[in-house]
């Protein structure tokens, strides 16, 4: 069984661009979540889906956005970048309507804002 | 709300030496535990989890962990470590419904040979 899939691994943006940043998660994986890796604050909770509505988002401005398509597949946009947006980006996929099984990780998204 | 402490940042130890990452949590709910670790460029893999029942639980590579709720703590403890261990550690914890997991600020854990 395949296991999340993030694309790109790496991506390089200018100040000011747009980029989004695409998941796929396990086959039969309703929820998807997204978190931000930096050294200075950690993993912080960006959004979660499960089929296809939005039920939870952390503390992060508006440029931030998601969605979840109908096969479960996830993207999120940032908008504007700002060189404090470069960071490793985690998708996490998990089978149960709630977060108390295990959630798999794809290999991330290291995003660099120069 | 929820929060993990994870009290070391970074936890040189010898190879073949015991060693113990701490792990506290805060939560006014019952609680899920989790340790993730992560290797250099790479995702987190699970390594262990306390959903219910025994408070001990195990990883098969060698690690444990035990959920105490009166010390509110979820320590993980490896009895002889090895140098493919060293890697960054993170606890985490969720609860009933929730939909995300509150993470700790991560362990380095470096084996030195």
């Known amino acids: 069984k395949a296991g999340v899939t993030q694309t790109p691994r790496y991506l390089i943006k200018t100040r000011g661009q747009q980029v989004t940043l695409s998941c796929s998660p396990i086959?039969?994986?309703?929820?998807v979540s997204w978190y931000q890796q930096t050294p200075g604050q950690g993993l912080q909770f960006l959004f979660e889906?499960?089929?296809?509505?939005?039920?939870n988002k952390g503390n992060f401005p508006g440029r931030f956005s998601g969605r979840q398509f109908s096969n479960s597949r996830s993207e999120m946009n940032v908008s504007t970048l700002e060189l404090g947006d470069s960071a490793l980006y985690l998708c996490?996929?998990?089978?149960?309507?709630?977060?108390?099984?295990?959630?798999?990780f794809g290999q991330g998204t290291r995003l660099t804002v120069v | 709300a929820q929060s993990v402490t994870q009290l070391d940042s970074q936890v040189p130890v010898f190879e073949e030496a015991p060693v113990e990452l701490r792990c506290n949590y805060s939560?006014?709910?019952?609680?899920?535990l989790f340790w993730y670790v992560q290797y250099p460029n790479q995702g987190l893999q699970l390594l262990l989890k306390?959903?219910?029942?025994?408070?001990l639980v195990e990883s098969i590579n060698g690690f444990e962990a035990e959920f105490n709720k009166s010390q509110t703590s979820f320590h993980l403890r490896k009895p002889s470590v090895h140098i493919s261990d060293t890697a960054e550690y993170f606890c985490?914890?969720?609860?009933?419904?929730?939909?995300?997991?509150?993470f700790g600020t991560g362990t380095r854990l470096t084996v030195i040979p």
């Open positions: 996490a996929s998990s089978s149960a309507a709630a977060m108390n099984t295990e959630a798999f």
């Open positions: 939560s006014s709910v019952s609680v899920y």
């Open positions: 306390y959903l219910s029942g025994s408070t």
């Open positions: 889906y499960f089929s296809e509505t939005q039920r």
């Open positions: 086959s039969g994986h309703r929820s």
């Open positions: 985490a914890v969720t609860s009933t419904g929730a939909n995300n997991l509150f």
